[in-house]
């Protein structure tokens, strides 16, 4: 078991280089399986999701290899298997995202069902809809879902527009890019991890307009090719390191990111009284105040993203004033605040809905992560804390966060990682 231990209540100060998105590459990874020859992927983050990705697509026969830092080549002209092996779709629900390339490709998808998982329940019963509604022969056996079709032929697919689904508008367009005739996507996401796999897919030779947008219309070609493009900055690392300058009263300076696709964060922190600038590709977040209290609720793009509401439960935590924090996404997304109330924060969930009356201090203690999100708050929670926090469950930090550790030391954090030994004996490395 591996343990990160912090002893907080240092302001973080310095520049820090934020990598590819987790969940911008993850689409791409599978999008890729479409071409007719080899693609490269820049700036894909070295992450364990990417990981479990690979093995994904090694286990269908599609060859990968780094060719650079970051550069990923991807080869799917000898791909061999259209059933993915359920040990790999059970770590991750994003590896759903080869049943649409699959089946566009080959004509056939075996891909056991993800399942819920700890931030709520997380049905692909959309993903069902839109491949059915492509011509899909769908049914499920012994929890696996099998998809099959000649040809998948283009139609106009509704999507719930109360519940939009970033996944399922993904999967959908990665099964539509080859289909006979053209699909029109109603209440499609707008994401910017789905416009830049729409990107991706046009760079290909995908013909997709609507883009951005809330309909997407993908004219099905008969066939794609390889091409080169580069993964969006993470806005999900980014965001938690602005939290992270916040809530220690620090000063940071991003670089490689994106501040349109942070307008949400940028508002609930400028609310708290922090000061962030920015320019093209640049985010400088800086404090010296204890932050004020702001109330958010999560939405869909271009809304306040579920992700980073742990983080901003953190700054409400230690915020003055009661802050009120509405989930509205996962049913289940508030786990990290039993961990935060053992800080000494001060948290009531009722329904859907935080109510956090902040503190002027947490103290440190053994937490818990249980999501990558959950996990990346209470490293935010331990570096503000008074005195030490021991973060279990390390590895769904690891999951989605690429060297978090070694990119906090440089701005002043103290903070390492240990090895834990079963019998609880620690060796430090
Ligand atoms: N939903 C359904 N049926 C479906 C699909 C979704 O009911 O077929 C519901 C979900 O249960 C949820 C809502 O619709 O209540 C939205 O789910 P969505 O499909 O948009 O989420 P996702 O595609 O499974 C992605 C990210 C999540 C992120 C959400 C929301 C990836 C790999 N995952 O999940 O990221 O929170 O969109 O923005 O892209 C994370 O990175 O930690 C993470 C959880």
Wanted: charged residues 25%.
């Amino acid at each position: 078991m591996d343990l990160i231990v912090i002893t907080g209540g240092r302001p973080l100060q310095g520049s820090v280089t934020i990598s590819g998105s987790k969940n911008g590459t993850l689409p791409l990874l599978a999008a890729a399986m479409l071409a007719e020859g080899e693609s490269v992927i820049e700036n894909v983050p070295d992450i364990e999701d990417v990981r479990t990705m690979l093995q994904m697509l090694d286990a269908l026969g599609v060859r990968t290899r780094f060719i650079g830092p970051g550069v990923l080549a991807i080869d799917a002209a000898n791909l061999r298997s259209t059933e993915a092996p359920y040990q790999l779709v059970r770590k991750m629900r994003g590896s759903f995202y080869v049943a649409g390339a699959l089946l566009a490709r080959t004509g056939h998808a075996e891909v056991p069902l993800p399942g819920g998982c700890v931030i709520g329940s997380r049905p692909v019963d959309f993903h069902i809809q839109g491949f059915k509604a492509l011509g899909a022969e769908v049914s499920e056996e012994a929890g696996v879902m099998k998809a099959r079709a000649r040809r998948l032929r283009g139609t106009r697919i509704y999507l719930d527009p109360r519940l939009r689904s970033v996944g399922a508008t993904i999967n959908i367009m990665l099964a539509a890019t080859l289909a006979d005739g053209t699909t029109i996507i109603e209440s499609a996401s707008r994401e910017p991890e789905i416009v830049s796999c729409a990107e991706f897919l046009r760079e290909c030779g995908a013909q997709i307009t609507g883009v951005g947008s809330s309909t997407l219309v993908i004219r099905g070609v008969d066939k794609l090719r390889g091409c080169r493009y580069r993964s969006i900055p993470d806005r999900m690392e980014a965001g938690t390191f602005m939290y992270a300058a916040a809530v220690t009263k620090g000063s940071l300076l991003l670089e490689s990111v994106r501040p349109d696709h942070l307008t949400p964060v940028v508002d609930a922190l400028r609310s708290a009284g922090v000061t962030v600038g920015y320019g093209d590709d640049w985010l400088k977040v800086e404090t010296r105040e204890r932050p004020e209290a702001v109330d958010v609720m999560t939405a869909p793009y271009p809304g306040y993203p579920t992700d980073l509401q742990p983080n901003h439960g953190v700054m409400a935590a230690l915020a003055r004033g009661t802050s009120i924090v509405e989930e509205t996404i996962f049913d289940a997304r508030f786990n990290y605040t039993d961990e935060l109330a053992r800080m000494g924060a001060n948290i009531k969930v009722v329904g859907r809905a935080a109510i956090i009356k902040g503190v002027p201090e947490l103290s440190g203690a053994p937490v818990e992560a249980t999501d990558i999100r959950a996990g990346a708050a209470l490293v935010l929670a331990g570096l503000a804390a008074r005195g030490s926090t021991e973060i279990s469950g390390t590895e769904f930090i690891d999951r989605g966060y690429e060297r978090f550790v070694d990119k906090l030391r440089p701005l002043g954090a103290q903070i390492s990682r240990s090895a834990v030994e079963s019998r609880g004996a620690a060796c430090w490395v």
